[in-house]
């Protein structure tokens, strides 16, 4: 065999195993935040929490983080508005178990204007992901929400309530491909606020904590109490499910 030929082969084996390596390595480097705060009796290493986008201000502080949102800061996606806007700090963990709850308490008592919001929130690319907050109105009401983005369209799901609830602590859980977001003004007794499938929600996700500011405003959100558990969204017990 032709010399070269022998060379371009012995370089291309050489250039498979590297890549091989580098996916090895790459496979090896994943942490699964969700696997070590189970291991670790639920509690969430906010060192292992990585920013989508960083806000105008933030700080941890033991088990806190304080975040300080910048102007015309959002997320959302065509539907109605026509508009996108796709610029809201994300600080979130990355997990492939498929089944979990996540708690964060939430402290928006310094929101002052039309829809400034923290929450909880799965970002998995611009065009698809989930939501849930309190959006401020005005100093009678606010909504408690949630939006679903799936493939580049976005919903929003509210009711309103009394502009005096300045805390709200959220539930995100998973089963598969399908998430149930929760609310709770205790920190123990959670209603449903959404239920939705995910379409690009079936395999890796990464989920965390959101604030911003739509308008022209700024404020501090603080979130603390974040815990992960095993899923406390319950199978269905009714209905079986339709033979396929």
Not at 87 to 113: C, G, I, Y
Not at 152 to 167: H, L
């Amino acid at each position: 065999m032709n010399r070269n030929i022998i060379s371009l082969l012995s370089l291309g084996l050489v250039l498979v195993g590297c890549g091989q390596q580098t996916q090895k390595e790459s496979q090896q480097e994943f942490v699964d935040n969700v696997k070590l705060a189970l291991a670790d009796s639920g509690r969430v290493d906010l060192n292992n929490l990585q920013w989508t986008r960083e806000p105008a201000g933030f700080e941890i502080k033991g088990d806190t983080i304080v975040v300080t949102t910048a102007p015309h800061t959002d997320l959302w996606q065509r539907t109605y508005y026509h508009f996108r806007n796709d610029n809201a700090p994300v600080l979130q963990m990355k997990t492939r178990e498929k089944f979990f709850s996540f708690v964060v308490k939430t402290d928006f008592t310094q929101s002052h204007q039309r829809f400034d919001q923290c929450g909880i929130v799965m970002y998995l690319d611009s065009e698809n992901w989930l939501k849930g907050s309190v959006e401020y109105e005005n100093d009678e009401f606010q909504h408690l929400g949630s939006v679903a983005t799936n493939n580049g369209y976005s919903d929003w799901a509210t009711t309103a309530i009394p502009a005096d609830v300045k805390t709200m602590w959220y539930r995100f859980s998973r089963r598969e491909d399908d998430y149930c977001i929760e609310c709770s003004t205790n920190g123990t007794d959670f209603s449903q606020m959404r239920i939705c499938h995910m379409y690009a929600g079936a395999d890796e996700i990464s989920f965390g904590i959101y604030a911003c500011s739509p308008e022209e405003s700024s404020f501090t959100a603080v979130f603390s109490d974040m815990r992960i558990t095993e899923c406390q969204w319950k199978a269905h017990d009714g209905q079986q499910p339709d033979a396929e």
